[in-house]
């Protein structure tokens, strides 16, 4: 999964994109599902990297800022996992996250929330599965995407987010 700063980036890029207003409900909403030591409830699926988007959409409207911010999440994380990355062990990748915080903060003017302040850690070095350009790449391709249309096509067995029906 996306650290919390990927995450808040694509959150916060996503709102400028789709031209919303400043939500502090949707941001909080793009953090939540991690935090828990139990991410397979709050991803609906084992873990984060088999999150079913389905599942939450049956039990969740996204009409609600906090509820599009959660949705961005699970899609963040299907995506971080089945297209941009191959399914880690999570030691290759949380140094990473460490090493390229500092840049995504600064490039994306990125706000952290007091109740995450902790969990951000900044480390010298260089990362070796996410990289900045990756980590860019990723910000801005997700934070492009229309949640509605997800939506419309997973509750409409559009192929394309088959994975996320068929793990349980």
Known sequence: M???????AIAQE????????????FLNGSIEP?????????????SPAYTNLENFLNK????????QGYFLHLVSDYLFYNHYLDRLEKPQIYDDYDFTNKSIIEKYNVEIPDKIKDKIFFKEG?????????????????????????KDEVLNNDKKWKTYKNIV
Do not use: C, M, R, W
């Open 60 to 67: 969740n409207d996204i009409e609600e800022d906090f509820n």
């Open 126 to 150: 260089t990362p070796k599965i996410l990289t900045l350009e990756l980590a860019y790449k990723i910000i801005d391709e997700i934070s492009d995407l229309d949640l509605e249309t997800i």
């Open 14 to 25: 996503y709102l400028k994109k789709h031209n919303k207003k400043h939500s502090q409900d």
């Open 2 to 8: 996306p650290g919390f700063v990927v995450h808040l």
């Open 34 to 46: 991690d935090f828990t030591n139990d991410k397979a409830k709050t991803h609906y699926g084992k």
